[in-house]
Each structure stands twice: as structure tokens, then as C-alpha cells.
Nanobody
Framework: QATLVESGGGLVQAGGSLRLSCAAS????????MAWFRQAPGKEREFVTG????????YYADSVKGRFTISRDNAKNTVYLQMNSLKPEDTAVYYC?????????????????WGQGTQVTVSS
């Protein structure tokens, strides 16, 4: 089993920036993809962005493209989410997730490992 721990959430004004981190430990060698999802109150959990650990290839939801950047440091088993130009609609609990298959996916049910989540609140 792998354990994922997020950090870096908080309160920020619209237009501001935040950087989230996700540290993986334990059985991390079989995690091919890391991703960020988010869940706003009363809404389903949605895909935000993902990265393949081996080659760093990335993919984004249209709603965050150009504003958010995912990156990884394999030596530290850590994935980052740099969020710029934040909007009130970005307010949500952000979850880090790990996927053991090589094929990229945006589907929540295909992810094997999840962090506990970190709250991001963007005020208008």
C-alpha cells in the first residue's frame, strides 16, 4: 500500500496563487500516474490534472489549463500543483491520487490510492 499526504491548502483572494504538495510513501514503485482531483460542496469529485511519473507527461482539465501546473520530483516521491490566477469557483477540497496502470486516466474510480484532501478556499 502507498500513502499519500497533501499539504499547502489555505485561503487566498481571487487572482492569487497557491502551491499544493503531495508526498507519497510506502509502496510507490507501482504508481505510474499521479493526479489531482477536487470536490466542491454538493458536487462530484472531478479531475484537475495528472502526470506520468516516468516521463513527466501531463494532462489537464479545460477549466484549469493555462492556470494550473502539475510537476513531480521523483527523488522525493512528491507531486506539486501550482495554482495561479485562482477563481472563487476553484474553491474545493483538493485530493492527490495515484494510479497503478500505465494508461492515463481521468476517471476517479480507476485511481488506487488517495490522500485525505486539503481545503482550498478562494475569496472574491
Amino acid at each position: 500500500q502507498a500513502t499519500l499526504v497533501e499539504s499547502g491548502g489555505g485561503l487566498v483572494q481571487a487572482g492569487g496563487s497557491l502551491r499544493l504538495s503531495c508526498a507519497a510513501s510506502g509502496r510507490t514503485f507501482d504508481i505510474y500516474h499521479m493526479a489531482w482531483f477536487r470536490q466542491a460542496p454538493g458536487k462530484e469529485r472531478e479531475f484537475v490534472t495528472g502526470i506520468r511519473r516516468s516521463d513527466g507527461s501531463t494532462y489537464y482539465a479545460d477549466s484549469v489549463k493555462g492556470r494550473f501546473t502539475i510537476s513531480r520530483d521523483n527523488a522525493k516521491n512528491t507531486v506539486y500543483l501550482q495554482m495561479n490566477s485562482l477563481k472563487p469557483e476553484d474553491t474545493a477540497v483538493y485530493y492527490c491520487a495515484g494510479h497503478r496502470a500505465f494508461r492515463a486516466t481521468r476517471e476517479t474510480y480507476e485511481y488506487d490510492y488517495w490522500g485525505q484532501g486539503t481545503q482550498v478556499t478562494v475569496s472574491s
